[in-house]
């Protein structure tokens, strides 16, 4: 039987209906952060209710406070720290005991590293690549709830365009060191990780993909950095956490159902030139 003649049509759904995350459960690592906070409005945007982690658990119960609430969506705060392993899965037992179930896991927490290549050690170069470690982990603690509950899942990675294009020496010269090279390879280790992933536990129904923002820098970014990393964008701008929100509504819902082993990049063109 060919793959036409597997295909079995059912009634097609809207977009609205494809996007809607009404009676879902979204655990988002970092959740109150820079690009978190937005990817957190999202979900909940789309009607899902929504565990927000962070190594504060009072931070993260407040920022959950703040989230708006479709029909009967009920969000949580948890403290979680991705690095610590030892400790995830009771962390993740916490939110699922609050909130059910987890259909959605977007691994968002970053450590960050300020040594670029000519000062990190091998200590803190380990260390920032134990992001990985932790995203794998709860990654697995969702691709296992979902077995068990037998429902599907959608699981997103949070790469970066540094994880598929190398940086521009000459932005960052004197200003930052914002592009390291432990951060490169741990982000394009996170893109072939979701890759690796989701050829194995698609048969689970649980789908895998890396999402890769481009140049979105926070609030205490140098001023001329900005300006510098501009001149390398076809957009000519930065972009703002919001602009996130329409492709993580995507990948976690319906409307990606066929989609699993991605890297969705939201860069401005950065990595089109």
């Not at 759904?13 to 690009?35: C, K, N, P």
């Not at 948890?78 to 896991?105: C, E, K, N, P, Y």
Request: net charge negative; proline share 4%; aromatic share 6%.
């Amino acid at each position: 039987m060919n793959a036409m003649e597997d295909y079995q049509p059912t009634k097609e759904r809207t977009i609205q209906q494809l996007f809607d995350l009404s009676g879902r459960v979204a655990l988002v690592t970092g959740g109150s952060g820079h690009l978190g906070s937005a990817i957190c409005r999202a979900l909940a945007e789309a009607g899902a209710s929504v565990i927000v982690t962070s190594r504060d658990a009072t931070r993260a119960k407040s920022f959950a406070q703040t989230l708006p609430q479709v029909g009967e969506a009920r969000h949580h705060g948890i403290a979680l720290d991705h690095m610590q392993t030892d400790s995830l899965d009771t962390s993740f037992q916490q939110g699922v005991a609050l909130a059910g179930r987890v259909d959605v896991l977007v691994n968002n927490g970053h450590e960050a590293l300020s040594a670029d290549w000519t000062t990190v050690t091998a200590e803190e170069f380990s260390r920032h690549l134990a992001n990985a470690t932790g995203y794998f982990a709860l990654s697995k603690l969702v691709r296992d709830l979902a077995v068990q509950q037998e429902i599907p899942a959608s699981i997103v990675l949070i790469g970066s365009m540094y994880g598929i294009v190398g940086s521009y020496p000459d932005v960052y010269e004197g200003v930052s060191v914002a592009s390291p090279v432990a951060y490169q390879t741990l982000k394009g280790g996170v893109i072939q990780m979701a890759r690796h992933l989701a050829v194995y536990w698609a048969k689970d129904n649980v789908r895998v993909n890396c999402l890769s923002p481009g140049p979105f820098p926070g609030p205490k970014a140098p001023a001329e950095l900005i300006e510098r990393l501009k001149t390398k964008s076809p957009s000519g701008r930065m972009g703002t956490p919001a602009e996130l929100k329409g492709a993580i509504a995507f990948l976690a819902s319906d409307a990606s159902s066929y989609v699993t082993g991605q890297n969705l990049i939201v860069d401005g063109g950065w990595t089109a030139w």
